[in-house]
């Protein structure tokens, strides 16, 4: 049965090539104080940089940059770019890369003026934001976290050995985001493939979840199909814009809050993936392909009825003739090929996982409640175990 839900998503978004137009018309509703949040410097050699900066002086506004944001960016940067934000009496943050700058960007928002430690306040007591909030936009240029329309911001803390992620409500949404397919053409092969399966899994994470019939599986599969239809062109034709566009739409959709409506979810494979990601500093759609296939094995019995429909709706496996275990392994193994065609990490070996790591690691993992098994401690050394 469909639960008691509200649906409500606050960004406002400029989707495609002439995207990078509307930014103007945004910056007139912000103060003069811009910060200006990248990463490691790919917007500086494509020249998104060189545009985005053209627009803001024109517009008149003051840019305190902020660059140097590393992928899954650390509890440390995000203290830095607090006191730049505080300093400098931001009006509006301006996020031009990946999630990982537009997790960091929001991070900032909501910490900049909180009275307490940000790291205790919102990421070990998970509460939510009672202070200023500084209004953040992205201008995207890697898909797959969904991070351009939600209000998650994942932040890692090294010393302390993990990455967590704090879904935030409305508030802390950017308020718009733009979407240019044109932008992330210059991603490595790595990270484009790294982000496909960041999507696939986003939704296979808010699928396997609750055996009811709701209009949210049936979106959940249309995304899943088309998303596995232009991964297969676009790995082959990275510069195919018709595919890349598509993939990037998908990304948003696939966790914008919308599917998730109604229904339960599991997030066990991010949980998985993000205690990895805590102890490699490994790619975060890579981390995910390499835990995924030991926990969906080893969940499959517990969930049989549904990843049935998945092998059937989502891989075209004809159920003819064969057991409901039968038709539920075919699609795990289309789904294991394909991992493969498109080039993911499928062991955490390859991030330098060993043995005498996999206690430390189950430890750093966070158990949720809303798959088919809630997993113990055993269990989560088991499927790590069956990832190395
Ligand atoms: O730093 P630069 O030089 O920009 O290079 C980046 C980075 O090395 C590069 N890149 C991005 N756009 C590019 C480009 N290189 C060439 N051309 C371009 N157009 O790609 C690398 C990865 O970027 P990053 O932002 O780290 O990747 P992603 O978008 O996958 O973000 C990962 C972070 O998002 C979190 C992850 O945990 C991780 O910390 N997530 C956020 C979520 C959310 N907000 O809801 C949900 C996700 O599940 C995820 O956990
Ligand atoms: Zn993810």
Same mark, same amino acid.
């Given at each position: 049965m469909l639960g008691n839900f509200i649906y409500s998503n606050p960004t406002k978004l400029y989707f495609g090539?002439?995207?990078?137009?509307?930014l103007k018309t945004e910056l007139k509703?912000?103060?003069?104080?811009i910060m200006l949040v990248y990463g490691g410097g790919s917007i500086k050699k494509n020249g998104i940089y060189d545009k985005v900066m053209e627009i803001l002086k024109s517009c008149g506004k003051t840019i305190i940059e902020d660059g140097?944001?590393?992928?899954?960016?650390t509890v440390e940067k995000l203290y830095e770019g607090c006191e730049i934000a505080r300093e400098n009496d931001i009006d509006l943050i301006l996020a031009v890369g990946g999630g990982s700058c537009c997790d960091y960007a929001k991070a900032v928002s909501i910490s900049a003026?909180?009275?307490?430690d940000p790291w205790e306040k919102y990421?070990?007591?998970f509460e939510e934001p009672d202070n200023k909030i500084i209004p953040v936009g992205c201008i995207l240029?890697?898909?797959?976290?969904?991070?351009?329309?939600?209000g998650g911001a994942v932040i890692t803390n090294h010393n302390s050995k993990l990455k967590i992620g704090h879904v935030f409500g409305?508030?802390?949404?950017?308020k718009f985001a733009i979407l240019n397919p044109?932008?992330?053409?210059?991603?490595p092969k790595y990270q484009m493939v790294a982000g496909f399966y960041d999507i696939f899994n986003h939704i296979t994470e808010q699928y396997f979840s609750g055996v009811d019939d709701n209009t949210s599986d049936y979106i959940m599969e249309g995304l899943m199909k088309s998303l596995i239809h232009s991964s297969k062109i676009a790995v082959k034709n990275p510069k195919d814009y018709e595919a890349r566009s598509n993939i990037m739409w998908t990304a948003t959709w696939a966790l914008n809050t919308l599917v998730a409506k109604g229904k339960t979810t599991d997030w066990m494979v991010h949980m998985l993936g993000q205690a990895v990601g805590a102890y490699t500093d490994a790619t975060h759609g890579m981390t995910l392909a390499a835990v995924s296939l030991p926990y969906y094995r080893y969940i499959c019995p517990y969930g049989l009825e549904k990843f049935k429909r998945f092998a059937v709706n @989502?891989? !075209?496996?004809?159920?003819?003739?064969?057991t409901d275990e039968e038709i539920a392994d075919e699609g795990l193994a289309a789904m294991e090929s394909r991992m493969k065609e498109l080039g993911? @990490?499928? !062991?955490?070996?390859?991030?330098?996982?060993?043995?005498?790591?996999i206690e430390g690691i189950a430890d750093s993992t966070f158990i949720m409640e809303g798959g088919y098994k809630v997993l113990t401690h055993e269990e989560i050394v088991t499927i790590l175990n069956n990832s190395l």
């Open positions: 090539k002439d995207s990078l137009d509307y509703k912000y103060g003069k104080n140097g944001v590393m992928p899954n960016p003026y909180c009275n307490d990421y070990i007591k240029t890697m898909v797959g976290t969904g991070s351009e329309m939600n409305e508030s802390v949404f950017p044109l932008f992330t053409l210059t991603l @989502v891989w !075209n496996v004809n159920p003819v003739d064969k993911l @990490v499928m !062991n955490i070996s390859d991030f330098g996982v060993t043995k005498d790591m």
